[in-house]
């Protein structure tokens, strides 16, 4: 169906697995552990949806708007969120596997709790981002903007940086084992406890960086730039 209004209707337990909504009006209604796999919600309308305990898996929502919309706890593994409009959006707890949000604007979006794994970030804005204690663990991140962004206690491990902006970025007690950040810029990052064994740090720039009580065991730190930055406690046995 296309373009059909549903504002304020409550769905519970329904089953719109292969279906299409597109340019549908889904605002401030209630989706209550109803299945979607693999639906084209493209061009819909879910301004502060609550979406409570939905499977999503595979769904589209390119172009969607998605303000204040609350996908907390819900699966939504393989979903394709590019091009679509984000803001105040709830993540939280969520499971996110190899979901897509490719060059898209997440400023205000929290994933804290998150399942991220493998998911696609490529080019997204995550600055002054809530990701703490989310699961990154082999995430792109490549030209994303995260600067500001909030990484707490997130796993990190495996994750792909590229021509990232880290600067001003909280990993506190983070794991980045094995990360891919060559030629990062952490300027006044937070790495206090953090983990970064055999991360490839390689030509990578540090400065007025805390990494007190870290884990630099076997990392890759050559031709990288230190300056200024607080090495207290930190483990770097193998490092080179």
Known sequence: MEKTGFRTTKFSKCVLDESSFLACDFESSTLEQCS??????SRSNFTQAHCVQCNFEGAIFRGANLE??????????????????????NFSNAHLRKARFEKVDLRTASF???????????????EQCDLKSANFEGT????AKLRGANFFQANLHGAKFRSADLS???????????????GMLFAKANLKSCNLEEAYLEKAILRDVDITGGNLTNANLR????????LTGTDLRGAV
């Open 140 to 143: 792109d991140f490549i030209d």
């Open 223 to 230: 031709e990288s730039k230190l300056t200024n930055v607080k």
């Open 36 to 41: 979607a796999l693999s639906t084209d919600f």
């Open 112 to 126: 804290e709790g998150a399942q991220l794994d493998y998911a696609v970030l490529r080019g997204a804005n995550l």
């Open 168 to 182: 001003e970025t909280n990993f506190e007690e983070a794991n980045l084992s094995q990360a891919y950040l060559k």
């Open 68 to 89: 204040k919309t609350n996908f907390s706890h819900s699966l939504l593994s393989g979903a394709d969120f590019n091009g679509s409009h984000i803001k105040a959006t």
